[in-house]
């Protein structure tokens, strides 16, 4: 029993030291390349904004805005959809729903 034991805790031993061994390795690596590319010197490229249609350049603007206020540094904003629109998974979702309370009885 006792020999059990002891195996059970220098396994656990082990796999602990190795684990943050490997935490230890990782944050010194991210501390490096950090420190390789600072911030100010990565070239920002301008993108251009999507333009949905029937939006007003002005509303554009202000939800780039608020994007870079929130976030904070540059961000690329990939689409903006009205309230409303609904994409093929949310229909489905949907439909999923219409299905399960189709099968129940109401009483």
Known sequence: MSESLVFQFTGLVIVLTVLGGL?????????????RIP????????????????LDPVVLALIATAVHVTLGGSHRILSIKPPGSRTESQIWSVEGRREVFASHRTR
């Open 23 to 35: 935490w230890i390795g990782l944050e010194l690596s991210g501390i490096y390349f950090r420190s």
């Open 39 to 54: 911030l100010a010197e990565k070239p920002v490229a301008p993108v251009p904004l999507p333009q949905p249609e029937g």
